[in-house]
């Protein structure tokens, strides 16, 4: 059974910067695609960025796109760097993967982890 456990939301202040970590447990062989959603209130989730496997591409959403970086240092381990953070990006942050070699979209959830932008 995949399980995905996110760490490091907290409160920052605006031009600050977060780094959050994705621990998956229970992947089978083969590729796992990773990503990160976020969920602010009142709002869909969404994607924030993805990569396809280890060393691969990522990919971003254009309201993060050079703010940050998505990096995987194996298969079951990923980060995501965000800085410089802005308001709008406050939102609970997810972990997401998915059993394949190219579609991103999550089977598999993490519990969630907050992150708040505010002065």
């Known amino acids: 059974q995949v399980q995905l456990v996110e760490s490091g939301g907290g409160l920052v202040q605006p031009g600050g910067s977060l780094r959050l970590s994705c621990t998956a447990s229970g992947f089978t062989t083969g590729n796992y695609v990773m990503s990160w959603y976020r969920q602010a209130p009142g709002k869909e989730r969404e994607l924030v960025a993805f990569m396809i496997s280890v060393g691969g591409k990522a990919r971003y959403a254009d309201s993060v796109q050079d703010r940050f970086h998505i990096a995987r240092e194996n298969r079951t381990y990923m980060w995501l760097q965000m800085n410089p953070l802005k308001p709008e990006d406050t939102a609970v942050y997810y972990c997401?993967?998915?059993?394949?070699?190219?579609?991103?979209?999550?089977?598999?959830w993490g519990q969630g982890t907050q992150v708040t932008v505010s002065s």
């Open positions: 997401g993967a998915r059993h394949s070699s190219f579609a991103y979209d999550p089977a598999h």
